[in-house]
């Protein structure tokens, strides 16, 4: 499983909205791809988050779906 954030540009986290993040990860940039030595494997699940304009997507299982999938494929351990 990789988890990557997937922004817009309008997402509310940035500085623009009046926060301290500058954007970064947003979809269609060079910043949004895994770096190159990250091998992602064909199968991989990959989880993206921030794709709503106002969740900060700092939270890999919040609408996500990613806990339920875990569940499905009977995973019992996560490491970080």
Do not use: M, W
């Not at 910043?31 to 969740?55: L, M």
């Amino acid at each position: 499983v990789l988890v990557r954030k997937s922004y817009s540009p309008q997402n509310t986290s940035f500085t623009s909205s009046g926060t301290a993040s500058a954007p970064h990860c947003l979809v269609g940039t060079p910043g949004h791809a895994f770096h190159p030595s990250v091998h992602v494997p064909e199968n991989a699940i990959i989880v993206e988050t921030g794709q709503d304009p106002s969740d900060p997507g700092h939270d890999a299982f919040h609408q996500t779906g990613l806990g339920e999938r875990l569940l499905e494929l009977d995973v019992t351990r996560v490491v970080v």
